[in-house]
């Protein structure tokens, strides 16, 4: 009897030390749980009658740039924050919240016409390689089949489509992001580099239910947590011009090279800038 009480006990003790480690723990002096509740703020109504001045550009945000490095990282999930890449994906993939639209057989299309079904979506950020080995002890090719995926260190540009107007009700100017693609590096069979390509394009206003529920890394304080769009809607990045609207619906790339391309970026941005205060006189 008495080596079976002892054995009660032991269990009795093991039970309360296991559900001691099942405890939830939490990480942090409160609960976070202002953006995992937040609202998106609708756009304001603008009237066509109102628009007196519009003009579309195409811009390139690049990651590797420090000011936009909180889209970049983290690399992983930590806690509660996600870089812009796996918010994206798990959005794609997980929840089935966004659509993706096909850039069209030569990468180009970006008027959101062909969506994309999410195993189309699995295929384009996962593919099967085939390559041939030889083998240490017989000297035959064996065949090696690998899965390669893409990560989010992998992708370090996104393509954003904007519509720039003067709305003359208010008579401010406006920016409205529209869409937004995240580019892929494009590499040879010898591995060498050979540019940048648009994966798919994400109609960003329906993007914002999600992005509105997602902590982005703030410098300054640890507590005061923005959303990604908040981030957006704030201009908190940088980015230079790669089109704007014109005649030709060419790139910038394709009649200016080197550093004409980057003078040609600001010179749209400064037209743009000068336009609004060329309005006023003082």
């Known amino acids: 009897m008495r080596s079976i009480a002892i054995s009660f006990i032991a269990l009795f003790l093991m039970m309360g030390t296991a559900s001691l480690k099942a405890q939830t723990v939490l990480d942090g002096a409160y609960i976070k749980e202002h953006t995992r509740t937040k609202k998106v703020v609708p756009y304001p ?6 628009v007196m001045w519009a003009r579309r550009i ?9 000011i936009n490095l909180p889209l970049y990282y983290p690399l992983s999930e930590i806690n509660d924050r996600k870089n812009l890449f796996d918010v994206i994906k798990h959005a794609l993939l997980v929840d089935g919240s966004i659509t993706a639209y096909s850039t069209g057989p030569l990468g180009m299309d970006d008027e959101f016409k062909v969506p994309l079904l999410t195993s189309e979506v699995e295929s384009m950020l996962s593919k099967i390689d085939t390559s041939y080995t030889p083998d240490l002890d017989t000297g035959e090719m064996i065949e090696v089949i690998q ?21 003359r009700q208010r008579s401010e100017r406006y920016v409205r992001i529209i869409g937004i693609a995240p580019m892929r590096e494009i590499r040879g069979e010898d591995g060498e580099f050979r540019g940048y390509q648009d994966m798919f394009w994400l109609y960003f206003p329906e993007l914002r239910y999600v992005l509105a529920n997602w902590d982005i890394f703030n410098r300054q304080n640890d507590a005061e947590r923005r959303s990604y769009d908040d981030f957006f809607w704030k201009r908190h990045f940088h980015s230079y011009v ?35 205060q060329d309005l006023w006189s003082y």
């Open 45 to 50: 109504n603008i009237r066509e009658a109102d």
């Open 58 to 66: 195409w811009q390139v945000i690049d990651l590797r740039e420090k």
């Open 147 to 167: 899965q390669i995926d893409v990560e989010s260190s992998d992708i370090k540009m996104f393509k954003i489509k904007e519509d720039w107007y003067f709305d």
């Open 242 to 276: 790669v089109k704007e609207s014109n005649v030709y619906d060419r790139n910038i790339a394709e009649y200016t090279s080197g550093i004409d391309h980057l003078l040609e970026s600001e010179r749209i941005k400064q037209e743009i800038f000068e336009f609004e």
